[in-house]
């Protein structure tokens, strides 16, 4: 069973930085893209940050400038690091990613559980 485990989401004041990780686990071939959605209350999912199964990235144009987004590909991992962090980055960040199991090199799309980001004014 491959999983998304999210952490280091919280709260912070407006300025403030925080830097997300999300670990990917289970029968794992290969990873072909991973990133980092969020949602607001009321607002649909957007994108906020991921790598494509090219290599390169993209940015929502809201974060770009601000927050990077990193990888360790060793330990299925990718990060998301969020400097001067608005208020309106406020959300549910989710991790997904697009997985080539190891089983019969099928693929699917997982997404993590979330992890609230606060930012207060």
């Known amino acids: 069973q491959v999983q998304l485990v999210e952490s280091g989401g919280g709260l912070v004041q407006a300025g403030g930085s925080l830097r997300l990780s999300c670990a990917a686990s289970?029968?794992?071939?290969?990873?072909?893209?991973m990133g980092w959605f969020r949602q607001a209350p009321g607002k649909q999912r957007e994108l906020v940050a991921a790598f494509t199964s090219g290599g390169s990235t993209n940015y929502a144009e809201a974060v770009k400038g601000r927050f990077t987004i990193s990888r360790d590909n060793a330990k299925n991992t990718v990060y998301l690091q969020m400097n001067t962090l608005k208020p309106e980055d406020t959300s549910v960040y989710y991790c997904?990613?697009?997985?080539?199991?190891?089983?019969?090199?099928?693929?699917?799309?997982?997404w993590g559980q979330g992890t609230q980001v606060t930012v207060s004014s």
């Open positions: 997904n990613a697009d997985i080539r199991l190891l089983v019969a090199g099928l693929k699917y799309n997982y």
């Open positions: 289970g029968p794992i071939f290969s990873i072909n893209a």
